[in-house]
């Protein structure tokens, strides 16, 4: 039961364009969200969150959209930069807390010139 | 300051063999959690470790174990290896009170034959 979708696989964009990073959830309890960039043959790292008492949180080109009726949020990338070129995880803690989280399968972006 | 740690970044094993694998965690965090992460899937939740126990445990079985030691750093453990357990192997560590994001490691990609 996959609680946590990121139901495209691939996003191809170009330089300096929009990336439109799409994820799903089924579980309503979830109450937090975090998004994850991982390069290859390194870890996955934090990029940006969002609670759900927010609809929208903005960090530099990084800004995350929670719509909680349709359980559904998106990262969107602007302008688009060759570096930010990885795959992207969607997660949600679980109600075990902040430390055991659910991931996404990810959805692999490639930024090219 | 050392991020976190893991060793080794690649291992090859035949079936049913036991491994061990080991991470440091981030310098001040006293919280491990590891995950697993198969080919073109998101990074599941195995088990996490805090003050030496096991804390919470995802849907893995017991051929997977662990350890934490008391400088806090952990060991992860798979017995009676599978063809299966091919993945990369992450390490992730945080705080166990506050801290709402985890950091993770570089992981240590196992096969097994």
């Known amino acids: 039961d996959q609680q946590v979708k990121q139901n495209s696989p691939s996003l191809s964009v170009q330089e300096g364009r929009i990336s439109i990073l799409n994820c799903d959830y089924t579980n309503s309890m979830f109450d937090y969200f975090l998004w994850y960039k991982k390069y290859p043959a390194e870890g996955p790292t934090f990029l940006i969150s969002i609670s759900s008492i927010k609809d929208k949180n903005e960090d530099g080109r990084f800004t995350v959209f929670l719509n909680k009726s349709a359980k559904h949020l998106s990262l969107h990338i602007v302008p688009s930069q060759p570096g930010d070129s990885a795959v992207y995880f969607c997660a949600a803690p679980d109600s075990g807390g902040y430390n055991k989280l659910i991931f996404g399968a990810g959805t692999r972006l490639a930024v090219h010139p | 300051d050392a991020g976190v740690t893991q060793s080794p970044t690649h291992l090859i094993k035949t079936r049913g063999q036991q491994v061990t694998l080991r991470c440091s965690p981030k310098?001040?965090?006293?919280?491990v959690s590891w995950y697993q992460q198969a080919l073109g899937q998101g990074p599941q939740f195995i088990f996490q470790y805090y003050e030496e126990e096991e804390r919470q445990r995802g849907n893995f079985p017991d051929r997977f174990s662990g350890h934490q030691f008391p400088n806090y750093s952990s060991e992860l453990n798979v017995n009676a290896l599978l063809l299966g357990d091919s993945a990369l192997y992450l390490c992730?560590?945080?705080?166990?009170?506050?801290?709402?994001?985890?950091?993770f490691g570089p992981g240590t990609r196992l096969l097994v034959l």
């Open positions: 992730a560590s945080s705080l166990w009170q506050g801290e709402e994001t985890q950091y």
């Open positions: 310098s001040g965090h006293d919280t």
